[in-house]
């Protein structure tokens, strides 16, 4: 297999080099980028009189037939051919001759990699956003089918007050959200048409490099050459967003996991997305939680892979940069699987209302509210803090319920105190009496959902072409 630069070397490669060397292995997918991008720079040498436009014509059309092989999974990717650049380009000549020499005119690998490299991005980022969306209406319908129900919060997973189930998933909804912003942040950073920066400083040749910008849908082309062949930033930030993201996911498996405990008994996991155990008969494992859980770490590792791998690199390209793509498509692939694991299942997960209402009626949940009310009452925060920290203390060391003091008792406590604070000691009286914009009150809550339906139902998944 001849390679690009084969001319210039009095003797071939040794064996053990190029297995080491060669990318084939894993950028492989991008080759259908490849194609595309080398079809725009076909198109432009024709047009710029560069090349033929016979040629030009003829290019084209053998990479579209290629490129429609490499969709029906029918290419052939040839292990001793060092890339996928030489993987494309031997094909062509294959299939229409000489004519074929002529596409790698007025480019370098080093700026067609990080044009394929860039495309990738911003087709699988698109792809996530959607991913995530998709996520987002599931947790949604989730919410607005449970909307009633009323769990406990935890702070230092400890029971700390009541909230409404799905404003417990509208959290979810929330960080998904900003999820989505980084990710659209980075493919408006990453849309930026490199190619033309040839290997590191542009060319004599009288190129378009606007006109290749337009064919792939790009509104800019990059402003400096050095930097064009140099820069993996869309690629460290695409995986900062994904690390981000899994975090989220993690975050979320982890309350699952928690939540299907028999000590917490909140809900039901689907059968299919639990594994049993291979000596206790009884088990139902959420393996898969605990694997996306476990997943996470490898999205932190891909990010921390290619900060370490640019840290000390000198412009312009260096070859340690093939190296940023395993971690690449690594997230990519792990954080897709676990975005249409997480979508299942909130789709099939159960809520055990009877048990969770057994658990809300604990009077420690609704301390908060006491004190508020001695604050309404014109007591002052500090002193109604403390009442109300003392009061708990008695009651809880002694073994009695709030609800069951007489008023001489509660005013012993402090004189503010009326007969009807004993109706604050209710789920339903706790979440209502919130007032505050963002607060767990249902009125507010069910007029969050029905804005987040509107949002992801509206949500097109992607960024528009124009990047």
């Not at 309404?376 to 500090?382: H, I, P």
Request: net charge positive; aromatic share 8%.
């Amino acid at each position: 297999m001849s390679k690009f630069w084969g001319s210039r070397f009095n003797k071939g490669t040794d064996a053990l080099a190029d297995k080491f060397s060669f990318s084939i292995g894993y950028d492989w997918r991008l080759a259908k980028y490849d194609v595309r991008a080398s079809i725009a720079h076909a198109r432009m040498l024709g047009k710029c009189g560069i090349i033929p436009r016979k040629d030009a014509a003829r290019i084209a059309a053998g990479l579209t037939k290629i490129g429609r092989q490499i969709e029906q999974g029918k290419f052939s990717f040839d292990p001793k051919a060092e890339d996928v650049h030489t993987n494309i380009q031997s094909a062509l000549k294959k299939l229409i001759g000489p004519a074929a020499d002529k596409l790698h005119t007025a480019r370098s690998r080093n700026d067609l990699i990080v044009l394929d490299m860039k495309l990738y991005c911003l087709d699988k980022l698109n792809e996530i956003i959607a991913a995530i969306t998709a996520w987002q209406k599931a947790i949604v319908g989730f919410a607005d089918k449970n909307k009633d129900v009323i769990i406990p919060a935890y702070t230092h997973l400890q029971s700390a007050q009541v909230v409404l189930l799905a404003h417990h998933m509208l959290a979810y909804v929330e960080m998904l959200e900003r999820d989505k912003a980084r990710l659209y942040g980075t493919l408006k950073r990453t849309g930026r048409m490199p190619l033309g920066s040839c290997a590191l400083s542009g060319t004599t040749l009288p190129i378009d490099r606007n006109f290749v910008a337009k064919q792939l849908g790009f509104a800019k082309v990059t402003a400096n050459s050095i930097d064009s062949v140099s820069d993996r930033d869309f690629v460290i930030e695409a995986l900062s967003d994904l690390a981000i993201l899994g975090m989220h996911c993690s975050r979320v498996a982890e309350d699952v996991i928690l939540w299907a405990t028999r000590e917490f008994n909140f809900v039901d996991i689907d059968w299919s997305l639990c594994t049993g155990s291979s000596i206790m008969p009884h088990k139902k494992n959420p393996d898969i939680l605990e694997l996306i859980r476990g997943e996470t770490a490898k999205l932190y590792s891909h990010l921390n892979e290619v900060l370490v791998l640019m840290k000390g690199l000198p412009l312009t390209y260096n070859r340690d940069m093939q190296l940023d793509k395993p971690p690449l498509f690594g997230s990519v692939e792990k954080i897709k699987d676990m975005l249409g694991l997480l979508t299942k299942l909130f789709a099939g997960l159960k809520v055990k209302e009877k048990a969770i209402a057994g658990r809300i009626h604990d009077e420690t949940f609704f301390s908060v509210d006491i004190m508020e009310y001695l604050i309404k009452k014109g007591v002052s925060y500090r002193q109604a803090h403390d009442t109300v920290g003392t009061m708990i203390k008695e009651c809880v060391d002694n073994g009695r319920k709030i609800a069951d003091l007489t008023l001489a008792e509660l005013k012993g406590y402090s004189p503010s105190f009326g007969a009807d604070v004993k109706a604050l000691l209710d789920p339903k009286v706790s979440v209502s009496n919130k007032k505050s914009l963002g607060s767990t009150n249902p009125a507010l809550v069910l007029r969050e959902i029905e804005r987040w339906k509107k949002i992801v139902t509206l949500a097109t998944g992607g960024f528009a072409r124009g990047y």
